[in-house]
């Protein structure tokens, strides 16, 4: 099955030694191949499939690669695979609903978040909610603009795809994707399908994820992704949350809907 799927390729080949990285890397890339050889699960390759082609789908629009197409890196597919791809045999649900990913800057984070918030509000079904958060207004919309071009460049006459100066609209599904940063005041009526959270580091504290998470109760196959570059502040929500995908990682901790990817030094032994 591992040699017939190309997708996940990437775990592979860090088990195997062929790509060099830190223990945490190893230790999610383990968890997810043995995660898929368990009878209680099974890897959806069309799901994955679908998202890696839309993404793939969509042009970049800054930097030196603007307007040429989307292309995954082949870690970013792995990452893909551990929050799309695995899925509970009895109730046909994804197993994720949290990821957190810890990756250096200038990595092409925000592009990918951007790339997801989109799908999830074009694929995510009726009366999707999608949010965009950061800590503060201006990196909320770094990443709520990216979702923005990437929407106007499948859909520039805006047939579709409605554009507002902090929401993008789906109106056939009546769908919507908001951008929010740490000090918004009122959340009425939320009932958030799918959040990411840029820079979790610098989060000043959990009150609006909390609030997020708690109002994604109904939704059937909620997801929130966190991503950030790390920090010091050991009494910090970003690394509190990360403490805990490190005991999940190394097993302390046993929480199937969690994906971790974290990119760091090793610890000196």
């Known amino acids: 099955m591992q040699n017939k799927i190309p997708y996940y390729q990437y775990a592979i080949d860090v088990i195997d030694g062929k790509i060099t990285t830190n223990e945490y890397v190893k230790l999610s890339c383990r968890r997810f191949l043995r995660m898929i050889e368990d009878d209680r699960y099974y890897f959806n390759e069309k799901k994955v499939g679908g998202v890696i082609k839309f993404i793939e789908s969509l042009k970049l ?3 030196h690669f603007a307007g040429q197409k989307f292309k995954l890196q082949a870690w970013q597919k792995f990452l893909i695979c551990g929050i799309y791809g695995i899925y509970y045999k009895q109730t046909k649900r994804r ?3 949290k990821a957190y990913i810890e990756v250096s800057r200038k990595s092409g984070k925000t592009a990918l978040l951007a790339a997801l918030s989109l799908y999830e509000l074009l694929r995510g079904g009726k009366g999707a909610e999608v949010y965009c958060l950061a ?3 201006d990196q909320a919309h770094i990443l709520f603009d990216e979702t923005q071009n990437y929407a106007k460049g499948l859909d520039p006459k805006e047939q579709y795809i409605k554009q507002l100066r902090q929401e993008i609209r789906l109106p056939i599904t009546n769908s919507k994707c908001k951008v929010l940063a740490a000090d918004a005041s009122r959340l009425d009526g939320v009932n958030c399908s799918f959040f990411v959270v840029d820079e979790i580091e610098v989060q000043p ?14 939704r059937l196959e909620p997801l929130a992704v966190c991503i950030g570059s ?6 910090s929500f970003g690394y509190k949350m990360r403490e805990t995908c490190v005991e999940v990682l190394q097993e302390v901790k046993d929480d199937p809907s969690q994906f971790a990817l974290i990119y760091c030094l090793d610890s000196k032994k």
């Not at 504290?205 to 109904?218: C, E, F, H, I």
């Open 205 to 218: 504290n959990d009150r609006l994820y909390s609030v997020l998470a708690t109002s994604q109760g109904m």
């Open 135 to 137: 800590a503060s207004r």
């Open 230 to 235: 790390g920090g010091n502040d050991t009494n």
């Open 61 to 63: 629009t800054k930097g």
């Open 95 to 97: 197993v994720t609903r």
